[in-house]
């Protein structure tokens, strides 16, 4: 009997002394869902508000989309990447085209509420991507910090302003 | 035992060792095998199941032709074919004709293995010694088997594995093959001796079930090693090298403290402890998995020999019932790795793409560059690409590093938080399997209590 016992005694102190260091909760990180809010950092001029952009871009496509932001990035990569993507989850290049756009219209949202873009900015530009081609606006989800190159031209000769609306 | 007899009961044990190490010797040589043949997991695993599902099925079949054919004959002769088969399986290119070659190694290990049980009492001169002579030899081949697959693999090549069994086959065949020759001689064939009972159903039955749990130890703890934590063959046959050391620390004390029952029970306990502590490793450290593979390697010492002796004390013709202690061995790790392996190959595919999800969140919320973001992603996605599947090495990925000092220092965090990521997925992805065999290995004190009561 005191083998067994000997055997019990080492078996449970092995397991409670894994389970206190945390041998239940070792696991990959959860990723957050795309279509909650996510926090904006405050931005420190046009190269991380762009950042900042980026990545609400993604969410809301990704939440348009029913896949994990990260997934959605990765697949953007490259056009390989996307070909792989769009033919496992079975999404034509119309879904995807939708889903970039809502995705870049939510990033507007998220800036504007962010109070990081300002709303006389924000309508021009909710315009301008409305109708703005696929490969275009993977190449904006990829660097924001074109399209806000974009939008001064856009702005043609308000673009001077543009500088004053920016954080 | 006398001086005469020595290297007979050596050649004897070396057969029984070489023959049941071969359960679990490729084990540590799987990685290697499921990349050059070009295969699956599942695959794979049959380069293990084939093995020992013909082991489980022809162990009895293989008692009785060497009662009725002789057993220095069915030795002999099963040992040759054994030599034959390691021959083809070092040989093969392909997966079938490896899975072909391992089942026919089977059929001939098999013969040898119960043929030995017939020969160790006289050449032990004691059929007590000759049982547990038998079961230890048993033990630390398949406890060895997986270290010196290893450092095989590593050093020379999986097929070498099987090339180096030929020899040694040849070396335990050469003394069994003079009492084949005598048996022809004087026709003497097997001891005559009643048969005393049916097989100890219990016993079996909890040798199954802890075989199960020992094989599911073993594998599991090898790939996680290999393919999830990146070591080479050598690096896990060191690591897991533990056991064997354990295990021959748990033969020398089982017997001088307690009966088989109480060896049966604490063994039993001890293989579902150390595989509960590998289902709750608190990190991807090496160091962590030694103290459940003490206790791993000090319980199955002590269950197997301690079922062995209870299925074999006082029944008769022992190659008979040893046959079905082999078949029940062989058996549980046929239902061990069938049951692990779709768990485990389903909880490594979700794992790693959590994984990777979670390392992609911390290249997206990091601070460096958008264009090194888009940069590293492409080179990530392309790694991910070369890894087939498999859980990657990220830092090659992360190669070369910017000359900026301030951002090669987020890069570096940036790989590390990443590779973090990765080794989190891979270690939980193997904790249900573990956890499996640990509640398989628990179940096996059901037969073993209710064999308290009842001796069938």
Redesign the interface.
């Known amino acids: 009997?005191?083998?067994?016992a000997?055997?019990?005694a080492?078996?449970?102190a092995?397991?409670l002394a894994?389970?206190a260091?945390?041998?239940?909760s070792?696991?990959?990180?959860?990723?957050?869902d795309p279509c909650q809010e996510r926090e904006w950092r405050d931005p420190e001029g046009l190269?991380q508000l762009?950042?900042q952009f980026?990545?609400s871009a993604?969410d809301g496509a990704a939440c348009e989309l029913g896949v994990?932001?990260?997934?959605l990035?990765?697949a953007l990569?490259?056009p390989e990447?996307r070909e792989r993507f769009t033919r496992r989850y079975g999404i034509e290049d119309s879904q995807l085209a939708r889903a970039i756009r809502a995705g870049l219209l939510r990033a507007v949202v998220d800036a504007e509420e962010a109070g990081a873009l300002n709303p006389l900015i924000a309508a021009p530009l909710r315009e301008t991507l409305r109708r703005i081609p696929l490969e275009q606006a993977i190449e904006l989800i990829?660097?924001?910090?074109v399209l806000l190159d974009q939008l001064q031209t856009f702005l043609g000769p308000a673009q001077g302003l543009l500088e004053q609306f920016l954080p | 035992m006398t001086v005469a007899s020595r290297p007979r009961v050596a050649a004897l044990a070396l057969a029984v060792g070489l023959v049941l190490a071969d359960s679990s010797i490729v084990v540590l040589a799987l990685p290697e095998i499921y990349r050059e043949l070009d295969t699956s997991v599942a695959g794979v695993t049959w380069v293990l199941i084939s093995f020992n599902l013909v082991m489980a099925l022809v162990a009895v079949p293989a008692a009785h032709l060497a009662r009725r054919f002789g057993p220095g004959r069915t030795g002999a002769v099963g040992l040759a074919v054994f030599a034959g088969a390691s021959l083809a399986c070092g040989l093969s290119a392909e997966l079938g004709t490896l899975i072909a070659a391992r089942c026919v190694q089977a059929l001939g290990g098999a013969a040898a293995v119960t043929a030995a049980l017939e020969l160790l009492p006289a050449a032990t001169g004691s059929e007590r010694r000759a049982v547990a002579l038998w079961a230890a030899a048993g033990a630390t081949g398949a406890a060895l088997g997986p270290a010196v697959g290893g450092l095989l693999t590593e050093l020379v090549s999986w097929q070498s594995i099987f090339l180096f069994q030929v020899p040694v086959a040849i070396v335990a065949g050469a003394p069994i093959l003079a009492i084949a020759r005598h048996e022809a001689e004087t026709g003497i064939l097997a001891a005559e001796l009643r048969s005393t009972g049916r097989p100890h159903l219990l016993a079996n039955l909890a040798l199954a079930m802890v075989s199960a749990a020992i094989a599911a130890a073993l594998f599991l703890l090898v790939l996680l090693l290999i393919e999830g934590w990146r070591l080479t063959p050598i690096g896990a046959a060191v690591v897991v090298s533990v056991m064997p050391l354990a295990a021959f620390f748990g033969s020398r004390i089982?017997p001088q403290?307690?009966g088989t029952r109480?060896?049966a029970?604490?063994?039993a306990?001890?293989v579902?402890?150390?595989l509960?502590?590998l289902?709750?490793?608190?990190?991807?450290e090496v160091a962590?998995t030694l103290?459940?593979q003490l206790?791993i390697g000090v319980?199955l010492s002590?269950v197997l020999s301690a079922l062995t002796e209870t299925a074999l004390a006082g029944r008769a013709p022992q190659a008979i019932h040893g046959g079905w202690t082999i078949s029940a061995r062989h058996a549980g790790v046929v239902i061990g790795l069938l049951a692990v392996t779709p768990i485990f190959t389903a909880d490594i595919a979700e794992?790693r793409r959590?994984?990777?999800?979670?390392?992609?969140?911390v290249v997206?919320?990091s601070p460096v560059?958008?264009?090194l973001k888009?940069e590293l992603?492409?080179r990530?996605?392309d790694q991910l690409d070369d890894e087939r599947g498999r859980v990657p090495t990220i830092g090659p990925a992360f190669e070369p590093l910017p000359d900026d000092p301030e951002e090669r220092g987020e890069v570096v965090q940036l790989r590390d938080e990443l590779q973090e990521?990765?080794n989190?997925?891979a270690?939980?992805a193997f904790s249900p399997s573990f956890g499996l065999g640990a509640l398989i290995g628990l179940l096996a004190l059901i037969p073993i209590g209710l064999a308290r009561r009842v001796d069938l």
């Open positions: 009997m005191l083998l067994v000997g055997s019990i080492a078996t449970a092995l397991v894994y389970l260091a945390g041998g239940s070792y696991a990959p990180a959860q990723v957050q190269q762009a950042e980026s990545l993604l994990s932001r990260e997934t990035a990765r990569a490259t990447s990829d660097d924001a910090e | 089982g403290v307690a109480a060896r029970a604490a063994g306990i001890l579902s402890g150390g509960g502590g289902a709750l490793l608190p990190k991807a962590l103290p459940p206790l319980g002590l794992q959590d994984a990777i999800d979670a390392g992609t969140a997206l919320d560059s958008p264009l888009l992603a492409q990530i996605e990521q990765l989190r997925g270690t939980h």
